[in-house]
């Protein structure tokens, strides 16, 4: 947009605020066509190819969505539906913006706000917005706990202002494979989302090993469409309870401390960036031909680092650092403070906070802190170990607080081990927590897996003789 106003003589579109960008383009779009015409517009774009050639109109249902990375404000969606009408992109793409960054996801309900509170908006998309939050960037940017309150609270938010604007909203879903990317069992993600925020409609990502995963073979495709359907199903028939405002306040206290926690560490500690660097394979990753896109946005920092790397890297070197750091932290400071029972309520009753901390609980499991100390051995400089070994021992702290006061240390690789065939209830959260992280830790060793494999074999065919085996 900047060349396109520099070019027609009214300054600099990048130096304007938000209320002239919002002005210019509104004006634009209601009769910019009709004074101006595309031939201007086109000229000034010159620099990029024809919109035919990118976006041929041979089979036009093939792109459904033009996706905004990083959205911030109205006018950045404004200018991608001035920009593709006046450069011949017909039928139009719907504009998706997505918010990625935990900024981002607190300014989303004003940003919208300002969308689908302008007429000529709300004619435009035809009483359907669509709007994407992005999992894995605003993890890496607050760390789990905070983004996944924050995606919590901003659609409850969303679903608020459409409604007040006659809007129906379909939210889009950018989870990755791994929980530190918002993954996770589909029933159990989908059942926890706030409720009134799936009214029937969905979409998510389902990106690279995982598409394979969940739809490489026919009987396990209909196993993951079936677990998505009764999902939304479920959610619209039996939403889940609102949660209490003393729950919301303490949700708002561990995601504060937690966000705190996490960027002095990752953003705030001086040494951090090198260590990271030395300790994982992120340079090699960068370097391999597998990804769509190049593993930094642009030379820099952690804050230039695109999700996918940040999370593999930590995966590869066993420490799985972006999944539970400053989890351990909040979880501390609230039961000092004799939050402990409030911990305990939420566990038990609140499908958010109780898929949240076994999530993180399941991937403690799995990391391995000796592991992690053999890279550090062979690849850090002597220099940078004291780091290593202090975010070793955040690990193990993140452990013992994760099941809401019980002691555990499954960042070492050691965890209590209770009897693993007798479940706890959910009366005895602490108990059921350590239960679930052995049952994960002991899959692979008691042939867990490969039982699942045979069964599939042996599913009946018939549709109710399915759903009572599923049961």
Known sequence: MDAVTTYLGLGSYASWDEPKRLAFLLGELQVGAERRGPVLYTHACSRFPPSSLIYPPT?????????????????DVLAVVLLQRETGVRPALRVVPLFETLDDLHNAPGTMTTLLGNDWYRG??????????????????????????????????????????????????????????GGGPTHMAIRSQPSGTINGHLRVTV??????????????????????TSAVLEAALDPPP????????????????????????????????????????ASELGRLNIGSRPSSRKSGGIETLRAIPWI????????HLPVWLGI????EAAIDKGYGPVLQDMYANWP??????????????????????????????????????????????????????AQGDAAGGQHAQ??????????????????????????????????????????????????????
């Not at 401390?257 to 001086?270: A, G, H, L, Q």
């Open 59 to 75: 089979h036009p249902p093939s792109l459904g969505a033009y996706i905004i990375s990083m959205a911030k404000t109205a006018s």
């Open 242 to 281: 609102a949660p209490a405002q003393e729950w919301r306040d303490l949700m708002s206290l561990l995601a504060t401390e937690s966000c705190d926690m996490y960027r002095s560490v990752v953003y705030r500690t001086p040494e951090f960036y090198d260590y990271f660097m030395q300790s994982t394979a």
């Open 124 to 181: 435009h998309i035809n009483g359907v917005q669509e709007c994407m939050i992005g999992y894995s960037d605003s993890g890496k940017d607050a760390g789990r706990l905070a983004a996944a309150w924050a995606l919590y609270e901003t659609q409850e938010k969303l679903v608020e202002v459409a409604a007040g604007c006659g809007v129906r909203l379909v939210l889009f879903h950018g989870r990755g494979g791994t929980v530190g990317r």
């Open 352 to 405: 958010f906070f109780t898929s949240t901390l076994d999530l993180v609980e399941m991937v403690l499991a799995k990391a391995d802190s000796r592991l992690s100390a053999f890279y550090e051995r062979t690849l850090v400089d002597s220099s940078l170990a004291p780091l290593g070994q202090r975010l070793r021992e955040l690990g193990q702290d993140a452990a013992e607080h994760s099941d809401c006061g």
């Open 328 to 331: 351990g932290e909040a979880l």
């Open 207 to 228: 990106q690279g090993e995982i598409i394979e995963q969940q739809f490489g073979e026919k009987e396990v495709c209909f196993r993951t469409l079936d677990l998505y």
């Open 312 to 319: 593999f890297a930590w995966t590869q070197q066993r420490l």
């Open 418 to 471: 209770p009897d693993v065939h007798a479940q706890p209830g959910r009366e005895d959260p602490t108990a059921l927590a350590l239960w679930r992280a052995a049952q994960h830790a002991g899959h692979a060793e008691h042939g867990v897996k490969r039982r699942r494999r045979q069964s599939w074999r042996r599913r009946p065919p018939h549709r109710l003789l399915r759903r009572r085996w599923r049961r």
